[in-house]
């Protein structure tokens, strides 16, 4: 694939996670939304750096290249709008549905992440990553972030009952 593709490729991707943005800002409130967003996108940037310096992953063709070795637009607004789908599409859940809808969500990303991978200049993986790691550690990331917010979520409405 030539560059011009995969920058307009980034370019799309980025200007069609701000477009769903406001429809799931309306959805879910301010608070929730924000409480998700920055959540998961502190913890996405302190991941990625962590796997980036230890040259796991690399990513020759992203926004924002001379300012950061990560891939910004993943880590800051791609990741987190899914995490925000995912908590979303999940809060009314229980815990084998919220496993399996977020099952569901990684996958696609991962498919997507490993068709990247193969045929793109988007992404790098060194010979100790694979989609499995991928896939396990935004598995478990995802589900971890689903506790803490819902967690959160019942302490709120708890709070506001009594």
Avoid: Q
């Avoid at 993943?74 to 987190?80: E, G, K, M, Q, V």
């Avoid at 496993?99 to 990684?106: G, P, Q």
């Avoid at 068709?115 to 992404?123: D, N, P, S």
């Amino acid at each position: 694939m030539s560059k011009a593709f995969e920058k307009g490729f980034l370019k799309f991707l980025f200007f069609f996670t701000l477009l769903l943005c406001p429809f799931l800002l309306k959805r879910m409130g301010m608070k929730n939304f924000l409480l998700t967003f920055l959540l998961n996108g502190f913890t996405n940037g302190i991941i990625d750096r962590f796997v980036v310096n230890r040259k796991l992953i690399k990513y020759p063709v992203r926004l924002l290249k001379r300012d950061f070795k990560i891939h910004v637009l993943f880590d800051f607004l791609l990741y987190p709008v899914t995490s925000i789908l995912i908590n979303e599409t999940t809060k009314k859940d229980g815990v084998i549905m919220t496993v399996c809808k977020t099952l569901c969500f990684i996958s696609v990303i991962v498919l997507v992440e490993t068709w990247a991978e193969k045929y793109t200049k988007l992404i790098r993986w060194s010979r100790k990553w694979t989609w499995y790691y991928s896939f396990l550690s935004m598995a478990v990331k995802s589900l971890l972030n689903r506790i803490i917010i819902g967690s959160l979520r019942k302490t709120t409405t708890t709070k506001k009952i009594t």
